[in-house]
């Protein structure tokens, strides 16, 4: 049981490249999360998902997109990276009880 | 706009003292509260949740209480030790809006 899993776990961008973030979870829970970290500021909701086949904007969507074609797979699209971009990406599922349960993360930086 | 404090940023306490976390919050009426622990480079690891018709949870060395007319949250971890060591985070939630704390990193000095 790998809990939730996120690849990669560090990435190197220029400005105007694109790249995906992936993240898995085995719990077969329904509501998944992406948030975005940076210093001095709480986590923030970059965009989430109800269940399979179902994406919805949360409260910093701009600059990327998000697909859940499969229940276990939240995929996470920056399609022209910025250096505001730069930052700690976390993926979370959620289970009945509300629980998030949060993946190691993704260190992203763009030059 | 929403607005969620964490007390301040560090803490600094003795090893088997209690120590004391603030949340505040405004311009919110969340249905629940959360606490998460984040040791560094890793993810928050969830630790208790408070709803809004509750007013304290415990679990074995922690507390929180939830006063939702001061629209505050407290969390308590009592008998404290170095392994407590880490950031806290406090979460809340209405719906599908999550809002997160910028935590607050917690010493325990031996």
């Known amino acids: 049981n790998a809990g939730v899993t996120q690849t990669p776990k560090f990435r190197v961008l220029k400005t105007g490249q694109s790249m995906t973030l992936l993240c898995a979870q085995d719990?077969?829970?329904?509501?998944m999360y992406w948030y975005r970290q940076d210093p001095g500021m709480g986590l923030r909701l970059i965009h989430y998902?109800?269940?399979?086949?179902?994406?919805a904007k949360g409260e910093v969507p701009d600059g990327y997109n998000v697909s859940r074609l499969k229940k276990q797979n939240f995929l996470l699209g920056l399609e022209s990276a910025a250096p505001s971009q730069t930052s700690v990406y976390f993926c979370?599922?959620?289970?009945?009880?509300?629980?998030?349960?949060f993946g190691p993360g993704t260190r992203l930086l763009v030059l | 706009s929403q607005k969620i404090e964490q007390n301040s940023e560090a803490l600094n306490i003795q090893e088997g003292k209690t120590a004391t976390l603030t949340c505040n919050y405004t311009?919110?009426?969340?249905?629940?509260l959360q606490w998460y622990r984040q040791d560094p480079g890793r993810g928050p690891v969830f630790l208790l949740l408070?709803?809004?018709?509750?007013k304290e949870k415990r679990k074995e060395r922690l507390k929180v209480t939830f006063d939702t007319t001061l629209k505050q949250s407290l969390f308590h971890i009592t008998a404290s030790q170095p392994a407590d060591s880490a950031t806290y985070l406090c979460?809340?939630?209405?719906?599908?809006?999550?809002?997160f704390g910028a935590g607050t990193r917690l010493t325990v000095k031996p």
């Open positions: 979370a599922s959620m289970d009945i009880q509300e629980t998030q349960y």
């Open positions: 719990m077969n829970h329904e509501y």
């Open positions: 998902s109800v269940g399979e086949g179902t994406t």
């Open positions: 311009n919110y009426s969340p249905a629940y």
């Open positions: 408070i709803r809004e018709n509750e």
């Open positions: 979460a809340l939630a209405r719906g599908n809006d999550m809002r």
